[in-house]
């Protein structure tokens, strides 16, 4: 670890320094030197396991899987783990990448995907020192100039700056440039919309030319394909499906929890794999405390915050309030972090954790309607994961928390205990 990631994940001994260690969206990133995160928690039972058992087992054919969890359950951490993996890397040859920097995810489409697969691929295997055949390099340029020449935006040129600059600069900008600009992300679609089949064939081409580099496959990670609604997952993965199966790359790809909690989760169903909350109790109540889960959650602050800083009991109470979910334990610790400070106090102490919880319980009560309390009720009382339509939205906003240890089962937000006994 080098002197820079010492400066980054450095362990907080006061208040401006835990301020900065407990981001909200801090996916944590391998060091410079190839190893964990210093701030990395290694889940009790290891539930990632799963997903590494199925890409390390043998196939016929590169897999495909569908990898999804509550927001803020530690996906994007996750999958920069897996990555990073020595196993992983001597099977494989793994890149992981979002969606974000390549294509709009409010208006998010395959054709979309499958151009960052494929460019991704081409450029991250330049940028690392691999060579492609001089003959690829060829088919790739000839299949660019055809892209271009559909694409009227670029011939009138809204992409000038693209013309003749070869598949390097087609890769790069093209993802951006749908990003960005709608008139050209529409007749990109079109464009491939009659010729799907020849984007598939380029991604396979650059994968084939990897592997007889290589001798692994191409392995991508996509992240933040959770993030559309679920209409355009439904439109990406269920209707779609066969499409995104093709590629001759092992992909992981995530998606979006509703998915899973939709009659359209069946196309999908054998190669999906769930990233469960924390359990901090049992289905038996609150009362039963796990003492893993609460000594998973005490590492994940421990590995930022000196124990000085935080009262034990705040500690724990923040702990029962986060639910099991990463990032409501960062936005907890945060928030009673800058209250704290506010009191010009030494330490986190129960009034500070309280006064956190009343804030967050207030956002709730700014949103959650009459029925939407009655059914909160009911599943704190039940802990029955039964479907109804508002039971999808509210695991979304994690007014409803899913949770595994044999059976699934499900219960309510903590801070909303106080809320239905209103």
Not at 20 to 40: I, Q, W
Not at 232 to 253: G, L, S, W
Not at 320 to 338: C, D, L, N, Q
Request: aromatic content about 10%; some cysteine; charged content about 30%.
């Amino acid at each position: 670890m080098d002197n820079m990631d010492k400066l980054h994940y450095e362990r907080a001994k006061d208040f401006d320094r835990a301020w900065l260690n407990f981001e909200l969206d801090l996916p944590l990133r391998p060091t410079s030197d190839g190893k964990d995160n210093p701030f990395y928690v290694s889940r009790f039972g290891n539930p990632l396991a799963e997903l590494k058992d199925a890409l390390m087992a043998p196939f016929y054919k590169p897999p495909k899987f569908f990898f999804s969890g509550h927001r803020g359950c530690g996906k994007s951490t996750e999958l920069l783990h897996l990555v990073n993996d020595a196993d992983i890397q001597r099977k494989y040859w793994p890149i992981n990448f979002t969606i974000r920097n390549y294509a709009d995810i409010i208006d998010l489409d395959f054709r979309d995907v499958l151009l960052a697969i494929g460019g991704r691929l081409f450029i991250e295997y330049k940028q690392s020192g691999g060579e492609l055949p001089d003959q690829l390099l060829k088919e790739l340029d000839s299949w660019r100039g055809k892209i271009e020449k559909e694409i009227g935006t670029i011939e009138n040129g809204r992409l000038s700056s693209e013309i003749g600059a070869g598949i390097d600069a087609f890769f790069a900008n093209a993802g951006v440039r749908m990003k960005l600009e709608p008139a050209t992300r529409v007749e990109i679609r079109q464009t491939f919309e009659k010729d799907v089949t020849g984007l598939i064939a380029v991604i396979n081409a650059i994968s084939s030319a990897i592997y007889a580099k290589e001798k692994r496959f191409p392995l991508v990670l996509i992240d933040d394909l959770d993030k559309p609604e679920l209409d355009k997952a439904r439109a990406i993965f269920h209707d779609r499906r066969e499409i995104m199966t093709q590629p001759n790359c092992a992909i992981v790809y995530t998606v979006s929890s509703a998915l899973f909690y939709s009659k359209e989760f069946d196309a999908i169903r054998d190669q999906a794999v769930f990233l469960p909350n924390i359990n901090i109790h049992t289905k038996a109540g609150e009362e039963v405390i796990s003492d893993a889960g609460y000594g998973t959650l005490r590492k994940f602050i421990d590995l930022r915050m000196s124990r000085s800083l935080i009262d034990g009991e705040a500690l724990d109470q923040a702990i029962k309030y986060s639910g099991g979910v990463f990032r409501e334990m960062a936005r907890i610790m945060r928030t009673s972090i800058g209250r704290a400070r506010r009191r010009n106090a030494p330490l986190i102490e129960m009034e500070d954790v309280e006064w956190t919880a009343t804030e967050i319980r207030n956002e709730y009560r700014r949103i959650l309607n009459r029925d939407d309390i009655k059914l909160l009720k009911t599943i704190y009382q039940t802990k029955k994961l039964e479907y109804v339509d508002r039971l999808r939205p509210l695991l979304q906003l994690l007014a409803i928390l899913e949770y595994r240890n044999g059976d699934n089962w499900c219960d309510i937000h903590p801070v909303l205990r106080k809320l239905i006994n209103e």
